[in-house]
T-cell receptor
Framework: KAGVTQTPRYLIKTRGQQVTLSCSPI?????VSWYQQTPGQGLQFLFE???????NKGNFPGRFSGRQFSNSRSEMNVSTLELGDSALYLC??????????????FGDGTRLSIL | DQQVKQNSPSLSVQEGRISILNCDYT??????FLWYKKYPAEGPTFLIS?????DKNEDGRFTVFLNKSAKHLSLHIVPSQPGDSAVYFC?????????FGTGTRLQVFP
C-alpha cells in the first residue's frame, strides 16, 4: 500500500511569493492534515480537511490556506511568503475524521526555504 | 503556550539497556496520547498510543505509561537497539487535533 506522498520534496522561494504544496493520502484515507515543523516551534497543526471541507484549524494567519479535492488529495497554499515560513511542511492522512484513536500516517514532507 | 512538553532534548543509552522518554502535558481534557518516531528526511512514524482512560499500553519492545494525576506519560523501549536512534515526539489529541511536543533525540550506542 503506497504511503502518503508529498510533492515537491524541496522548494526554494523568495519573500513575497506564494507557494502551493501537494499531498496525496493513503488510498482510502479521506482525512488529510497539515503540519509545520520548525526548529524553534516543533510540529504545529495547520489544518485538517475531510470530504473537501476544512474541519479543524490551528493558529496560523490567513496567508496559510488549503483545500481538498474529491479524490482526497489536498493542497496547501501560502501567500506573501515571509522568511519565517521556512520550514518542513508535513501532511498526514487517516481513514476518517472524528475518531481520535486512529493514528495519522505522515508523508516525508516538503522542505520550503525562503530567501 | 506549550501544552505538551518534552523537557529532555536528548538522551543517550547503551544498546540492550532501557530507554525512557518522558512527556508532560497541561490539559487534562486530552483524549489520546501517541508517540511518533522520526528519522532525518522522513516524516514521523506512529509507534504506540494510549487512551486517557488507560494507564499502560504495550506493543513488543515499546510500553507507554500514563500517570493522569501527574499529567505525565513515558515511553519505555526495552531492549534498546541502534536502529531506535531517532527523534521521538509525544503528541496529544483533543477534538481530533494532534498537539506535539518538541521532541527528544535518542541515541543508542553499541
Amino acid at each position: 500500500k503506497a504511503g502518503v506522498t508529498q510533492t515537491p520534496r524541496y522548494l526554494i522561494k523568495t519573500r513575497g511569493q506564494q507557494v502551493t504544496l501537494s499531498c496525496s493520502p493513503i488510498s482510502g484515507h479521506r482525512s488529510v492534515s497539515w503540519y509545520q515543523q520548525t526548529p524553534g516551534q516543533g510540529l504545529q497543526f495547520l489544518f485538517e480537511y475531510f470530504s473537501e471541507t476544512q474541519r479543524n484549524k490551528g493558529n496560523f494567519p490567513g496567508r496559510f490556506s488549503g483545500r481538498q479535492f474529491s479524490n482526497s488529495r489536498s493542497e496547501m497554499n501560502v501567500s506573501t511568503l515571509e522568511l519565517g515560513d521556512s520550514a518542513l511542511y508535513l501532511c498526514a492522512s487517516k481513514p476518517t475524521s472524528g475518531y481520535s484513536n486512529q493514528p495519522q500516517h505522515f508523508g516525508d514532507g516538503t522542505r520550503l526555504s525562503i530567501l | 503556550d506549550q501544552q505538551v512538553k518534552q523537557n529532555s532534548p536528548s538522551l543517550s543509552v547503551q544498546e540492550g539497556r532501557i530507554s525512557i522518554l518522558n512527556c508532560d502535558y497541561t490539559n487534562s481534557m486530552f483524549d489520546y496520547f501517541l508517540w511518533y518516531k522520526k528519522y532525518p528526511a522522513e516524516g514521523p512514524t506512529f509507534l504506540i498510543s494510549i487512551s486517557s482512560i488507560k494507564d499502560k499500553n504495550e506493543d513488543g519492545r515499546f510500553t507507554v505509561f500514563l500517570n493522569k494525576s501527574a499529567k505525565h506519560l513515558s515511553l519505555h523501549i526495552v531492549p534498546s537497539q541502534p536502529g531506535d536512534s531517532a527523534v521521538y515526539f509525544c503528541a496529544a489529541i483533543r477534538h481530533d487535533k494532534l498537539i506535539f511536543g518538541t521532541g527528544t533525540r535518542l541515541q543508542v550506542f553499541p
